[in-house]
């Protein structure tokens, strides 16, 4: 195991490639997990966080990687809600099972009142999504950046 180790992975080639991608942007990395902002923001400030270090499985990962992974899930979560305060609830979505995606990721997903019914908004983008370049995104980023910075 080791730093986007997997040319067959997603998030290996996802994590070694540009800033942006069809589904993803890139906005803040650390030594042990890539945080993404995911371009369906039909929940405001929906990312994934993906470990740095490719393994098949969690219980593959050392103590230290597998700790550091979740109390970044931990920090970005609370750093959502703080960004958007009508955040009632952030789900955790754990999978892998698909040979591409197989590496240590999660979907941090913030809940709103009336939002998508679970689990419609894991796997049905909501398309098209804002074009590239769109200030709302870089809103959404500015606005987690800001507290990501409080808590570091």
Known sequence: ???YED???YYCRLSAGPDES??????????DSVVYLHRDQSLPG???????????????????QYTAFFDTVRRISQVIS?????T???????CGNNGQFRHPHMHVLPRFTGDRSWPDF??????????????RYEEVISALHQRLMMEL
């Open 1 to 3: 195991m080791s730093v």
């Open 7 to 9: 040319k067959n992975c």
């Open 22 to 31: 069809e589904h993803f942007i890139r906005f803040w990395t650390s030594l």
């Open 46 to 64: 929906r990312v994934v966080v993906a470990s740095v270090v490719h393994a098949e499985d969690l219980s593959e990962l050392t103590s230290d």
């Open 82 to 86: 703080s960004a958007f305060p009508l």
């Open 88 to 94: 009632e609830k952030i789900n955790l979505y754990l």
């Open 122 to 135: 894991i796997s049905d983008f909501q398309q098209p999504y804002w074009p590239t370049g769109d200030p």
